[in-house]
């Protein structure tokens, strides 16, 4: 098996990164830093996953685990002092994969985005560059669910519904689920602008569809983070057709990570 490896520039991470790369070695995995490894793992938190999935263009003919030496760690696979098993387990595939599916998403615009696609594994964000209101309509299938007026919106898989989308009133999706939700963003509630202030949860298998309701247009589409900006966007496409392979401890219960990263 031939394994990438993707480490969080800190001297904790580049500690253990040296441990792991000497153990892996030693069992007889080949060391990869170009696009011919089966298995991608990264050492550090949670940021460092996430950065990991998006220097390998969301590949779906790999696999990925990923060493903890940050906070929380809440997609982590292992601990950094449970390397020895975890090596032990990739020898005897002793592991469960867990699927997690992620956002792709298209860019309608009168400017160079135009036709641009993107990958998310948390959430995709619209706000107003300027952050002033947005006024935005929100489709599914292309049947108008709301029109909005606010911060803007988000809308997260289940993996991204622990991030950005649960700091800002979203729910806690279970990853077995297969849903998409959208989050207004401070909605404003008033005799002119009548918002639904509740995320909705609908089938990833909807497409959704933001469209902003005016042109007055700047508008940032912020993907895991990283904002694009638009400077004359017609529209967002959201589907969610495809997932990654992750490698959990064979014991990894969801409910139970859950319990030990947010609730305790």
């Known amino acids: 098996m031939k394994i990438r490896l993707f480490t969080k520039e800190n001297e904790v991470s580049e500690s253990v990164r ?3 790369e000497e153990k892996l070695v030693s069992n007889g995995y080949t060391l990869d830093n170009k696009d011919d490894y089966d298995l991608a793992i990264s050492v550090g938190g949670d940021g460092k996953f996430i950065s990991m999935l998006h220097a390998c263009n969301f590949n779906t003919n790999k696999k ?3 060493i903890n030496t940050g906070n929380l760690g809440f997609n982590t696979t292992v601990d950094a002092d449970e390397i020895n098993s975890f090596i032990k387990d990739l020898n005897t595939n002793n ?3 867990e699927k997690y599916k992620f956002l ?3 860019i309608n615009s009168n400017d160079e985005y135009d036709g641009t ?3 998310a594994i948390n959430e995709v964000i619209l706000r107003n560059t300027l952050l002033t209101t947005l006024y935005l309509t929100t489709f599914i299938n292309n049947k108008m669910l709301y029109k909005l007026a606010g911060d803007g919106v988000l809308v997260s898989t289940p993996i991204g519904s622990t991030a950005h989308s649960m700091s800002v009133g979203g729910g806690i999706i279970d990853n077995n689920l297969g849903a998409l939700q959208i989050v207004p963003l401070a909605p404003i509630n ?3 602008n009548k918002n639904i202030a509740s995320p ?3 089938s990833d298998k909807n497409k959704i569809i933001i469209k902003p309701i005016n042109k007055e247009n700047s508008i940032s589409v912020i993907v895991d ?3 694009i900006p638009i400077k004359d966007l017609i529209s967002v496409e959201i589907t969610c057709d495809n997932y990654l392979e992750v490698i959990k401890d064979v014991d990894y219960n969801n409910i139970i990570n859950l319990n030990n990263k947010i609730y305790k």
């Open 18 to 20: 040296n441990e792991l």
């Open 64 to 66: 990925y685990a990923s």
């Open 95 to 97: 592991f469960i994969v």
């Open 104 to 106: 792709n998403i298209k």
């Open 117 to 119: 696609t993107y990958n």
């Open 190 to 192: 008033s005799a002119i």
């Open 200 to 202: 909705f949860i609908t």
């Open 225 to 227: 983070g990283k904002p």
